[in-house]
């Protein structure tokens, strides 16, 4: 079946340090699968960081990047910069063009030390 | 313009207990989705509806989960019997176009 690994967290970074949490997926069943992060910060529900449908192409917001590489089949979060705001839980998620059922990986939480 | 709604925010149940959860997606969203969220497991789909009708019902949560959409604008969630490792956070999520959005989700404890 389809499948999403990350980064196990917690993973603690202090602040304007750069990072990188990475996702690689496996698309048995989808044939041009899009790929996603979601973030669900302290208290509030879980929302869309970035999405990028089109392999080869990369997706930012917020400051985080995100190239969809085929050939290796990741999708790593990126940020030069990281802010204490940034604290939050990061999902990696493989979507098909139809219909739009999500498979998520486990979730990376990421701390960020002022 | 109001996101997806999840009711109760915060269940607790006794084991074998029955248990419905309610959410409401955004309106005019074709697909909604409920998710079981846990920190081993990550996000489990438990069913999957497009234009209220079920296209997956989550494989091994057949037998004690049931997700309905009587109405395009509601959905709900029932645990029958409820056990102890259903403690979770059940997420509801509908999308249109490409995006989902998320409820807040719903913290089940079952003791």
């Known amino acids: 079946g389809d499948s999403v690994t990350q980064t196990e967290g917690p993973v603690t970074v202090s602040e304007s340090e750069s990072l990188i949490i990475n996702c690689t997926y496996s698309?048995?069943?989808?044939?041009?699968?899009?790929l996603f992060w979601y973030v669900r910060y302290p208290g509030e529900g879980l929302q869309l960081l970035l999405k990028v449908i089109t392999a080869g192409q990369k997706g930012s917001s917020r400051g985080f990047e995100a190239t969809y590489n085929k050939e290796t089949t990741s999708f790593h979060l990126q940020k030069a910069s990281v802010q204490e705001s940034d604290s939050a839980v990061y999902y990696c998620a493989l979507g098909s063009n139809m219909g739009y059922k999500l498979t998520f990986g486990t979730g990376t939480s990421l701390l960020v030390d002022p | 313009d109001a996101g997806v709604t999840q009711t109760p925010r915060h269940e607790v149940a006794e084991k074998g207990q029955t248990i419905i959860l309610k959410c409401e997606p955004v309106s005019g969203h074709n697909d909604l989705f409920w998710y079981r969220q846990t920190k081993i497991q990550g996000l489990e789909l438990l069913s999957y509806?497009?234009?209220?009708?079920?296209?997956?019902d989550g494989g091994a949560f057949k037998d004690r989960f049931k997700a309905e959409m009587l109405n395009s604008s509601f959905s709900t969630l029932k645990i029958q019997p409820t056990e102890p490792k259903d403690s979770a956070v059940y997420l509801c999520a509908s999308s249109f176009d490409r995006e989902v959005f998320f409820g807040k989700g719903t913290r089940l404890t079952v003791v």
């Open positions: 509806f497009r234009s209220k009708s079920l296209m997956e």
């Open positions: 698309a048995t069943s989808i044939a041009y699968p899009n």
